[in-house]
């Protein structure tokens, strides 16, 4: 079956760029979603097809996918973007989620 | 305003089953797939498989091993999960979340998802 790997954490400073990565094989080849989750809530789209952004999502939120590597961009990281980050892609007609990352804002 | 109100928290004794619901509001309901994911205490996001709610089409995730079935009542505009053999490692809590577009595809997201719904297995 395929698989999704997220590092576990990552820390950033405020004001900072954050990059949360999610690695699976040909990953470049499917379409990437990205969910964002804070404690004791529901996940919520804030990138989909690699780069798109839902409305009312801020612009600081970006994303990229190419090779086995898709990326999540936080630019000017703020307080508020600590949470939970899952990067989601399909295998055929499955879902699949990777493992999450713990953004930290310091 | 699509949204997706799902049932409340239930307490299950081990082998029992449990039926979680999810009502759709603000979209036409047979035109798009309902999803279900869990989530047990501090763990991942594990996709448990989607209906298309306009012609019944399922998928499900190969990690439930047929202990899963995924319905709808179009009249009722809401979709349904049981999941049976209920063990400890079944306590999570249980979202719903609509799929992006109105056919099922690659490129395709979730999104709005439920409020969840947490099921405690427990004697």
């Known amino acids: ?106 | 305003q699509v949204q997706l109100v799902q049932s409340g928290a239930e307490v299950k004794p081990p082998g029992a089953s449990v039926n979680v619901s999810c009502k759709a509001f603000g979209y036409t309901f047979s035109s798009y797939a309902v999803h279900w994911v869990r989530q047990a205490p501090g763990q991942r996001l594990e996709w448990m498989g989607w209906i298309h709610v306009g012609d019944g089409g399922k998928k499900y995730s190969e990690n439930f091993r047929g202990r899963v079935t995924i319905t709808r009542d179009t009249s009722a505009n809401t979709a349904y999960m049981e999941l049976n053999s209920l063990t400890s490692e079944d306590t999570a809590v249980y979202y719903c979340a609509r799929d992006s577009q109105r056919q099922v595809r690659s490129d395709n997201s979730l999104d709005p998802w439920g409020q969840g719904t947490l099921v405690t297995v427990s004697s």
């Open chain 1, 1 to 106: 079956s395929y698989e999704l790997t997220q590092s576990p954490s990552v820390s950033v400073s405020p004001g900072q760029t954050a990059s949360i990565t999610c690695s699976g094989d040909k990953l470049g080849n499917k379409y990437a979603s990205w969910y964002q989750q804070k404690p004791g809530q529901s996940p919520i789209l804030v990138i989909y097809q690699d780069n798109k952004r839902p409305s009312g999502i801020p612009e600081r939120f970006s994303g990229s996918n190419s090779g086995n590597t898709a990326t999540l961009t936080i630019s000017g990281t703020q307080a508020i973007d600590e949470a939970d980050y899952y990067c989601q892609a399909w295998d055929i007609t499955t879902v699949v989620f990777g493992g999450g990352t713990k953004l930290t804002v310091l």
